[in-house]
């Protein structure tokens, strides 16, 4: 059953090409829109990677990659994302500093985290640089646009430092306890995801915050992001679902958003 | 074994002496073609110094480290050139074609000096898929670099993210030709069909640009 390996990431590819048909058509509405034009920049890069891992999974199978093309379009991707929500702060005097600080301490645990599975240095360091720019814009745009309330804030906060907490017992415990953590942090990955899908859904139904729409859908997919990277298979195949269908919602928020 | 430094001295210096004879925009190509050629001989001593580095073997580092390399020493000069000339759009796109066309010139060159000339249809797809590889890859970012500046988003995500997808469409290349088959044969075609499409938005972009003025 090899090929259903590849099922999840065929699925993001037909997602990306219907992403990118409709954000062009979103350029021609408004030729002037730059959240429009980095976010089809972001959609090309994932786009890229995605194809390139495909090519590289057929062609060289059962090798592991090294220091590689897609992983840079991923760095690309997450800072066009990351200048999508810059270029939508009007006013970076939003008091933020907490979560700000929160996102780079959550990125440089994960970065920690990366390194001690994989050994691979530069890239991780290179790919938590690029995700804690789109987390840093993230974290002003969801605090400005009021998307979570602050049981919510401290509902994350809590779920963010057990994952880190789990994910690092499972280097210090037997290797029985180890699993047991990691199904742990699937799970709560897991219901992450489910809360952040229904949290979008809820805003779209509401329709009374444009940007707490955007927010949201950009929060889903920094979520199945940080999912996909702490795990492996079935949850990883779930997450990478996760993660297209969070392109369509951001792409949807912003064509809202766009068309009026 | 070849002397690439000697090459490109023999190379470059006739039209680094044509320099003192041409004038302005063909003065401009020739010496963007010449910097191309220097920026391929830069890119060859950093792989080479990476794929020692690394221990990768000549086929990893082609697919893994050339793309990166020669994409960022082929930035360069268009960086220099924004900064320092500020030139407009039409000259911008041309001297990034210069640079792509140097560089490629030169790698053909010494890669017909390594592996012989002896097979016509070898050469012919050295020339159009490896040549029109470089000059496509150098377009679409000088392409998107107009663009940027013209809507005003010219930053550092910009430029990250124009030089990532030149990137990785350089390495996707790279790695459909590194095996033979069916593979090899989608790579070799990418570049020309990439360069169709991409002359016909130049061509619009002209348009535009010409009817604004």
């Known amino acids: ?260 | 074994m070849i002397y690439a430094e000697n090459i490109l001295l023999c190379i470059a210096i006739p039209l680094v002496v044509s320099l003192l004879f041409i004038h302005a925009d063909v003065r401009k190509y020739v010496a963007a073609f010449v910097l191309g050629m220097g920026m391929c001989l830069l890119a060859a001593y950093i792989s080479g110094f990476l794929n020692l580095a690394t221990g990768m073997t000549n086929n990893d580092s082609s697919v893994f480290l050339s793309p990166v390399v020669e994409e960022l020493m082929k930035l360069l000069p268009m960086m220099l050139f924004i900064v320092l000339l500020n030139p407009n759009d039409s000259t911008f796109t041309m001297l990034a074609v210069a640079i792509g066309a140097g560089f490629s010139t030169f790698e053909n060159c010494c890669y017909i000096l390594t592996s012989g000339a002896e097979s016509l249809p070898y050469i012919l797809i050295r020339g159009l898929a490896v040549g029109v590889m470089h000059i496509v890859s150098i377009l679409a970012l000088s392409i998107w670099f107009v663009g940027a500046k013209r809507l005003k988003v010219f930053s550092l995500p910009a430029i990250a993210g124009g030089v990532s997808i030149a990137m990785v469409f350089h390495a996707l290349y790279n790695l459909l030709v590194s095996k033979p088959g069916i593979s090899s044969y989608i790579g070799f075609v990418m570049p020309p069909v990439v360069a169709g499409l991409l002359y016909i938005l130049y061509r619009r972009l002209s348009k535009q640009s010409v009817s604004q003025d």
């Open chain 1, 1 to 260: 059953m090899k090929g259903i390996e590849y099922l999840p990431t065929l699925i993001q590819i037909v997602v990306l090409i219907i992403v990118i048909a409709g954000a062009l058509r979103m350029i021609l509405h408004d030729e002037k829109n730059i959240k429009a034009i980095f976010f089809v920049f972001a959609i090309v890069a994932i786009l890229l990677s995605d194809i390139y891992w495909l090519a590289y999974d057929l062609l060289r199978p059962f090798s592991r990659m090294p220091f590689a093309a897609n992983e840079i379009a991923e760095w690309a991707s997450f800072i066009s994302l990351g200048a999508v929500l810059a270029s939508d702060i009007k006013a970076f005097g939003v008091d933020a500093r907490k979560e700000r600080i929160f996102s780079i301490l959550f990125v440089m645990a994960n970065v920690a985290l990366w390194i001690a599975w994989t050994g691979e240095w530069l890239q991780d360091i290179m790919t938590g640089f690029a995700l804690g720019y789109l987390l840093f814009y993230l974290m002003i745009h969801l605090k400005q646009s009021e998307s979570l309330s602050k049981t919510e804030w401290r509902i994350l906060a809590v779920v963010c430092i057990a994952l880190i907490a789990a994910n690092t017992m499972t280097f210090f415990v037997d290797q029985s306890l180890a699993s047991t953590f990691d199904q742990i942090t699937g799970m709560i990955l897991f219901a992450g995801e489910i809360y952040f899908i229904t949290d979008v859904l809820l805003e779209f139904r509401k329709g009374t915050n444009p940007a707490a729409r955007i927010s949201l859908a950009f929060a889903l997919f920094a979520w199945s992001i940080t999912s996909m990277y702490m795990s492996a298979d079935i949850f990883y195949f779930v997450s990478m679902i996760v993660s297209s269908l969070s392109i369509y919602m951001m792409f949807v928020s912003l064509k809202m958003e766009v068309e009026g």
